[in-house]
């Protein structure tokens, strides 16, 4: 069974300053990762995925991730952090159908993000 | 283009009753999902519909169902509601996954069930 752990329950950074986020996964193939991000009481804004390919990807907001297979990571990372950013960050793992798990998204619990002006 | 859609905002019953989710999908898409946000229980899986089947179901009692219509936009029931199904219930939109092929899921805004 796939499974999504975020270390980091709460984080605090100060605007300007450099931001990475935490994401392990356990999954026994190839995975399909996403980061999301949430503000309260809205749903899951996507800002960006791995399927394949380079393992460093690009997202909107400024956002990018590294794909670490040998460290099973993900991790979310922004040179300079906005007030806007902040939100609660969820990475998640996905299953192709076909593999029978299903398609649908295992989550990690979610890291808090509070920025500092 | 228009994405998820999600209705009612928010919906308040008592312990009991029935609740209907309303969730429409990107334009486009055949896949819908359905996720429970619950306080302390973090996003967790509730149902797939793709192509008006359901395709898969998390770890819920069958007192939660739905289904998916013709147009693709799809339903959430829950029956005999229960104090803990107080949550955040959020639909999510892809293409089809009979291909094969990757998709991402686009979220809805939500609609916020509280239970009485």
């Known amino acids: 069974a796939q499974s999504v752990t975020q270390p980091d329950i709460h984080i605090t950074v100060s605007e300007g300053a450099s931001l990475e986020l935490r994401c392990n996964y356990s999954y026994g193939a190839t995975p399909y990762l996403f980061w999301y991000v949430q503000s309260p009481g809205q749903g899951l804004q996507l800002l960006l995925k791995?399927?394949?390919?380079?393992?460093l990807v690009q997202g909107i907001k400024g956002f990018e991730a590294e794909f670490k297979r040998s460290q099973s990571s993900f991790n979310l990372r922004k040179p300079s952090v906005h007030w806007s950013d902040a939100a609660e960050y969820f990475c998640?793992?996905?299953?192709?159908?076909?593999?029978?798990?299903?398609?649908?998204?295992?989550f990690g619990t979610g890291t808090q993000l509070k920025v500092e002006l | 283009e228009a994405g998820v859609t999600q209705s009612p905002t928010h919906l308040i019953k008592t312990r009991g009753q029935q609740a209907t989710l309303r969730c429409s999908p990107i334009?486009?898409?055949?896949?819908v999902y359905w996720y429970q946000q619950a306080l302390g229980l973090g996003l967790q899986f509730l149902l797939w519909?793709?192509?008006?089947?359901?395709?898969n179901r998390g770890n819920f009692p069958p007192r939660f169902s739905g289904r998916q219509f013709p147009n693709y936009s799809s339903e959430l029931n829950v029956n005999a509601l229960e104090l803990e199904d107080s949550a955040l219930y959020l639909c999510?939109?892809?293409?089809?996954?009979?291909?094969?092929?990757?998709?991402?899921?686009?979220f809805g805004p939500g609609t916020r069930l509280t239970v009485l």
């Open positions: 334009s486009g898409h055949t896949s």
């Open positions: 999510a939109s892809s293409s089809s996954r009979t291909s094969g092929s990757t998709d991402t899921q686009y």
């Open positions: 791995y399927f394949s390919g380079d393992t």
């Open positions: 998640a793992v996905g299953a192709l159908a076909l593999t029978g798990g299903g398609n649908k998204l295992t």
């Open positions: 519909y793709d192509e008006g089947e359901e395709r």
